[in-house]
């Protein structure tokens, strides 16, 4: 019988671990895994054709990745065990205050809106570098960012130089919010926790993954963990295998739902967030998750946003590469920095033009730590930071958006966000298509004590 292989040419490069042996040799050098005598053989698997050889080299590379020692002198320790990450963990006390059902609903409802409208000011431009996102903006009338990119305000020279323009969702374009993967997290968390429980398993949401979305629905390393979950691999393992996305921002875009069902609760947040975190996720991550669901359950407790941010780094490890990096914004923030030498700091330590800089979890948390910083607690200036900013700018939007949302409430929310999505979600979660906002806001409320 003739040998049968994949069509390969068919596989998204997401799919095919040969296809990022070069983004597997600095996530490994990263973590501090003792792999650089062998730099030169990841290199040469990384110039072969797609195809099964490549593969099956890409294969012997994993081998000595998973069987890989730490180098000597490491400075980081980083696990990725809820009880090793919580053995590392610093404590940063952040009081509660009183919040009556009034006052819930309307920083519930400015959570979910400020998400949403976040993820839609920066979705048209995602995947673009800042550069270019800012010849954009000033084409557009609209630097430095302060409102919706407009397609009918863009140049007609823009427009033709730009043609992808055209088949972007620009908020003078829509009439609701279109799907986004930020998004569909939402609404398949809290199918979850309809399903589950709030004390659902990291199996139970693999489960949900399958029978909720497409594999197409899922990227980077949400795809390669769904491919292992059809394989027959459960968490953890199933972030592990092949998986050279592991530490990108995957995660930590998926966790506010978790922090929306546990006001002031930032540790019941991150333990849920480690929960989903670890089915795709190793280390930071986890972390990335994990600190973006605490911070989002603290924006319930106070409006002193260095507290959130550090009152939400507490549930991660201080030896973590995470925390420090967000503690370096924090302290540039403290010290006097301007907020333009801020994200030029940043810039210098990542690269927007680099994939593996672009999208992973560090880079884009420290835009997002800055964003809540200096937008001085404005909904309005803190999302449109976030999203001049670079790098992934729906994600960014959309956490800086949750966080300033719950801060000021919906109410606090400006029409001219709103107004655009009215009230109406899609999602491409099965047997979901079109949900009312305002309605998933009170069956967040009780979900509360489910």
């Known amino acids: 019988m003739?040998?049968?292989?994949?069509?390969?040419?068919?596989?998204h490069s997401w799919e095919l671990y040969g296809e990022e042996m070069l983004t597997e040799y600095r996530q490994c050098i990263e973590e501090g895994l003792d792999v650089e005598k062998y730099k030169p053989l990841f290199e040469a698997v990384a110039k072969l054709p797609k195809g099964e050889n490549k593969e099956l080299l890409a294969d012997v590379i994993f081998k000595i990745v998973s069987e890989a020692p730490m180098v000597e002198g490491y400075k980081y320790n980083e696990p990725s065990d809820l009880e090793g990450i919580k053995a590392l963990c610093v404590p940063y006390e952040v009081?509660?205050?009183?919040l009556d059902d009034a006052t819930l609903e309307d920083k519930m409802l400015g959570a979910w809106l400020g998400r949403i409208c976040g993820c839609l000011l920066g979705k048209p431009i995602e995947g673009c570098w800042k550069e270019h996102i800012w010849?954009?903006?000033?084409?557009n009338g609209n630097y430095p960012m302060h409102r919706y990119i407009r397609f009918d305000k863009f140049s007609e020279e823009m427009k033709k130089n730009t043609p992808w323009l055209a088949w972007k969702c620009f908020a003078d374009k829509v009439s609701y919010m279109p799907f986004d993967d930020d998004t569909n997290y939402m609404v398949l968390d809290q199918k979850v926790i309809e399903q589950y429980g709030r004390d659902f398993t990291p199996y139970d949401m693999s489960k949900a993954w399958?029978?909720?979305?497409?594999?197409d629905s899922y990227c980077t390393a949400e795809r390669r963990a769904f491919i292992n979950f059809v394989a027959g691999l459960t968490p953890p393992e199933s972030a592990k295998y092949k998986n050279a996305y592991r530490e990108w921002i995957g995660a930590q875009i998926r966790?506010?739902?978790?922090?929306?069902?546990?006001?002031?609760?930032?540790?019941?947040?991150?333990?849920?967030?480690?929960?989903?975190?670890?089915?795709?996720?190793i280390k930071n991550g986890i972390y990335g998750e994990m600190w973006a669901s605490a911070m989002i359950a603290l924006a319930f407790s106070t409006d002193n946003r260095e507290d959130i941010i550090k009152g939400a780094l507490a549930e991660i490890p201080a030896t973590s590469r995470l925390y420090e990096r967000i503690n370096a914004v924090i302290d540039w923030y403290k010290s006097g920095v301007s907020q333009e030498d801020c994200f030029a700091k940043i810039y210098e330590e990542w690269n927007d033009h680099d994939s593996h800089h672009w999208c992973h979890t560090i880079s884009n948390a420290m835009i997002v730590?800055?964003?809540?910083?200096?937008?001085?607690?404005?909904y309005s200036r803190s999302i449109c930071m976030s999203v001049q900013a670079g790098f992934d700018t729906d994600c960014n939007g959309a956490t800086v958006g949750s966080v300033l949302g719950i801060i000021n409430?919906?109410?606090?929310?400006?029409?001219?966000?709103?107004?655009?999505?009215?009230?109406t979600l899609e999602t491409t979660i099965f047997g979901v298509t079109m949900v009312k906002i305002s309605e998933c806001a009170k069956k967040t409320i009780a979900h509360i004590q489910k």
């Open 2 to 11: 003739e040998k049968l292989i994949p069509n390969y040419e068919k596989l």
């Open 95 to 98: 009081a509660k205050r009183e």
């Open 135 to 139: 010849d954009m903006l000033k084409d």
């Open 210 to 215: 399958m029978a909720l979305q497409p594999k």
């Open 255 to 281: 966790g506010d739902y978790f922090g929306y069902i546990n006001p002031q609760n930032p540790a019941l947040a991150a333990d849920m967030a480690f929960r989903d975190a670890s089915i795709s996720h």
């Open 369 to 378: 730590a800055a964003s809540i910083l200096y937008g001085e607690g404005d």
């Open 409 to 423: 409430g919906a109410k606090g929310i400006d029409k001219c966000w709103t107004d655009p999505i009215n009230d």
